[in-house]
């Protein structure tokens, strides 16, 4: 996904890049890549 903003939000609230989902999302008449962030909570 080629959105920096919503990418640093992820990595600024602890979450890391998981993967890039390659033309996963057609918008705009066009396939778009999403990228996949995840985060574990230790309790």
Do not use: H, T
């Not at 990595?11 to 999403?34: P, S, T």
């Amino acid at each position: 996904m080629d959105n920096p903003q919503s990418n640093q939000v992820a990595l600024r609230n602890g979450f890391i890049l998981e993967g890039c989902l390659k033309q996963a999302e057609f918008l705009n008449d066009a396939y778009d890549d999403v990228n996949l962030y995840a985060r574990i909570i230790d309790s």
